[in-house]
């Protein structure tokens, strides 16, 4: 347990605040904690019967590349995750899930963030036209999960949520 | 690519900074990123001959609570990421690694951070006393492979870099 000594929001932004907390440790030491509150988010592993994983691609400002990732996005106030990985799948890649199974939540960063990640598994997949936001240009891309396996290995798949969600599907009973 | 406009740092910190950049996308449109800077981490994966992963339990203020996590840390200046591997696992858990091997990179979380995670296998382990950074209170657990990712699926491992570095081991070639 840490206490809280003192709380200031120091940003309050368009997607994330930022807030600065000075706290009491177990061993009666202070120290000051630096916490970026984010809203929460979905990630699907979309599952196609062929096997393949259905993938976006997007430009990624924070890192200044084109990353491959799973379909994702923020969850909007007070929206279930489910819904929101539905509507995250069809906005980015136009496919709706029939079956959509809630795998496990994780924290992406949280040394320094609350972003909590819940990941979906989404299965009998019916294509559709995709619908991304006004600032999102996504690009959709289906591969094996031996070639994402592979994609992980040589470092060409970059994102966290991502190798997790496909490294899950190893391990579901 | 999404050309930046203007790029306004708004909070340096002790671990992150916060910069807004407002950028022009690939379909004309104007729009705000907000990034959260950081020096980029390492997470090891120290897997005991009897084929346990040794693991450190640690208060985190950012999610109020203790969670159970690979060994980790951050980059310090200029420092290689193996150099601070081998610093934070022995820092964080006492051991020491024989053997040291690089597996991958990933971005923790792109949509709005660069912290990168660079992910290390220790092996060949040597027992030693830890010596935690004076404001890290971190007690070793080492628990099969096969509990941890029992774990993982009850949602008791809850961090997105353990996971993916428990189930790397998976995929190893």
Redesign the interface.
């Known amino acids: ?2 206490k809280t000594l003192e709380s200031k929001r ?2 309050e ?4 605040n ?1 807030r ?2 000075s ?1 009491v ?3 009666g ?1 202070t ?6 509150e ?1 809203p929460g ?1 979905v990630g699907i592993v979309a599952l196609k019967e062929n096997g393949d994983i259905v993938m976006v691609k997007q ?5 200044e590349q084109v ?1 491959l ?1 799973l379909p ?1 996005g ?1 969850l909007e106030q007070g929206e279930d995750p489910a819904d929101c990985a539905a509507r995250e799948l069809t906005e980015e890649t136009g496919y709706t899930a029939g079956d959509l199974r809630y795998l ?14 819940h990941m979906f598994l989404a299965t009998d997949l019916k294509e559709g036209k995709n619908d991304p936001d ?2 999102e ?1 996504v690009e959709t891309v289906e591969i094996s999960r031996d070639r994402a ?1 592979d994609m ?2 040589k ?1 060409e ?5 991502t ?2 969600g496909i ?2 599907l ?4």
Chains 1, 2 share one sequence.
Not at 13 to 16: E, L, N, S, T
Not at 59 to 63: E, G, N, P, Q
Request: charged share 25%; net charge negative.
């Open positions: 347990m840490e120091v940003y932004g368009r997607i994330i930022l600065l907390d706290v440790l177990e061993n030491n120290a000051m904690r630096e916490v970026v984010h988010a430009y990624r400002k924070a890192v990353l990732e994702a923020k496990v939540s994780f924290y992406t960063s949280p040394g320094f963030s609350n972003e909590v990640m006004d600032d240009m396996i992980i290995l470092g798949i970059k994102d966290g949520k190798i997790a490294l899950l190893g391990i579901l009973k």
